[in-house]
């Protein structure tokens, strides 16, 4: 199997119902997507395919033949994190940061398609993303510094 992963075709030898987060993290040795609940309820587990917010740890390899996936590490270009990865570190958002992947990846896909959002179209956009640290207030102001930069 063939998946197209931040821009690399990478061949995969696995079951076609293995869950994406056991094909990045186990397969692929890509540490940065985060198992949570194993649900799709937290969103630690968050990819891009296609542009859009995926929980990986319930979406089979199978299920993405042509996709483009997109982790956390495939956002950085030149050693430089993305606009959203900068806003989240100068708001010093991260507390124990392993919820990070979901909000981050899922303001990326937010400010793709909408790049001055609204704080009910950011609060709707991150509806269901969970953070114990309970950062809510800082991860809304590094999501409307990156639609500013």
Same mark, same amino acid.
């Given at each position: ?23 990045? *993290?186990? #397969?692929?040795?890509?540490? /940065?997507?985060?198992? /949570? ?9 968050? @990819?891009? %395919? $296609?542009?859009?917010?995926? *929980?990986?740890?319930?979406?089979? #390899? $199978?299920?993405? $033949? &042509?996709?483009? #996936?997109?982790?956390? &590490?495939?956002?950085?270009k030149d050693?430089?994190?993305?606009? @959203? ?7 010093? @958002?991260?507390?124990? /940061? ?8 899922? =303001? %990326?896909a937010l ?6 959002? =609204? ?7 991150? =509806? &269901? ?5 309970? =950062?809510? @207030?800082?991860?809304? *102001?590094?999501? *409307? ?5």
């Amino acid at each position: 199997m063939k998946l197209n992963i931040n821009g690399r075709v990478r061949e995969l030898d696995v079951e076609p119902e293995m869950p994406l987060l056991w094909a990045l *993290r186990d #397969v692929l040795d890509m540490k /940065g997507t985060k198992f /949570g609940c194993g649900i799709a309820q937290c969103g630690a587990c968050t @990819v891009l %395919v $296609d542009g859009q917010p995926v *929980r990986s740890c319930v979406t089979p #390899v $199978d299920s993405l $033949d &042509g996709a483009k #996936v997109v982790t956390m &590490g495939g956002l950085v270009k030149d050693g430089k994190p993305h606009k @959203v990865q900068a806003a989240f570190i100068a708001e010093e @958002v991260p507390q124990c /940061g392993y919820c990070m992947n979901g909000w981050i990846m899922t =303001t %990326v896909a937010l400010l793709d398609k909408t790049p001055k959002p =609204t704080d009910a179209q950011i609060e709707e956009a991150l =509806t &269901g993303l969970k953070c114990r640290c309970a =950062t809510h @207030v800082a991860i809304m *102001r590094a999501v *409307r510094r990156a639609a500013l930069a």
